[in-house]
């Protein structure tokens, strides 16, 4: 629905419309799921030996008895923040590929869109990577948990979390944890960008647009600007005036 809003007269839409709402889209599905990640990061870093939640109703309750309703968005502006130079990052980096492949997105190979999902979501996690990192932090530190969550800085709001762990641990703590990300998120975009366009392959098959799933070879004689249901039209019809016609007799 984001898409249509940047769309021109012709219903094209440029990259730079793409990435905004990639983007918006990005910050939307944040704001909404954002509990959930709270959630999450809370059974992750409790200590297993006395823990402080059992589950994730448990977790859910107690978090919005002790520490109010708003506590399950603690750290959502970086989190907004971070969806976006990462949803700007990935569209960028992923519709710039061709140049370098130096051939159409929609001629690439299931392993060319695999290695694409790859470099993008590499390059987007990279730079989106410190807002991660602040984002746990201040989903981790609770007054009502052991040490504060034993979180390895203590911090008032966003920007003191920022300040405080590049005084404690020096810029590149802000990339600290950025290679298990990248083993986990890496070959998850690159299995899901080379999975959407595979799918939108065997749709275009399946349609009559092309000879193939695995190749982007067009149907010869057919109009590609033609809608499915034109295009299933045009044959019908055609198949018609080819079927040759019953004589009065056989009637």
């Known amino acids: 629905r984001l898409v249509t809003l940047f769309t021109d007269e012709l219903g094209h839409v440029s ?8 983007s918006l889209a990005g910050m939307v599905a944040t704001i909404v799921t954002y509990p959930t990640d709270v959630i999450k ?15 994730i109703f448990h977790a859910f309750c107690k978090i919005s008895h002790q520490e109010g309703f708003l506590a399950l968005y603690r750290g959502v502006s970086p989190a907004i923040l971070g969806a976006i130079p990462f949803s700007a990052g990935s569209f960028f980096v992923y519709i ?15 392993l060319q869109n695999f290695i694409n999902g790859c470099v993008a979501a590499g ?3 990279t730079l989106s990577f410190p807002f991660e990192t602040v984002k ?5 530190q609770s007054p009502w948990l052991p040490h504060y969550g034993a979180v390895d800085v ?7 979390c920022f300040r405080q ?19 986990k998120i890496v070959p998850y975009f690159g299995v899901m960008f080379s999975t959407f366009e595979f799918c939108k392959r065997i749709c275009l098959y399946r349609n009559g647009y092309i000879e193939s799933p695995l ?10 600007s033609l809608q499915p249901q034109e295009l299933r039209e045009l044959k019908l019809l055609r198949r018609e005036n080819f079927e040759p016609r019953k004589s009065a007799f056989e009637n």
Do not use: C
């Open 215 to 224: 190749s982007y070879k067009l149907t010869p004689g057919v109009d590609q």
């Open 123 to 125: 390059v987007a996690q």
């Open 154 to 160: 203590h911090f008032t709001g966003m920007t003191d």
């Open 96 to 110: 710039s590929l061709d140049k370098i492949w130096r051939e159409p997105i929609i001629h690439f190979t299931p």
């Open 165 to 183: 762990t590049v005084k404690n641990k020096g810029v590149l703590g802000l990339w600290s944890g950025l290679t298990p990300s990248l083993l």
């Open 136 to 140: 746990r932090k201040m989903q981790a």
């Open 15 to 22: 990259h730079w419309r793409a990435i905004t709402a990639g």
């Open 41 to 55: 990061t809370r059974l992750i870093v409790q200590n297993r030996l006395e823990p402080s939640y059992e589950g």
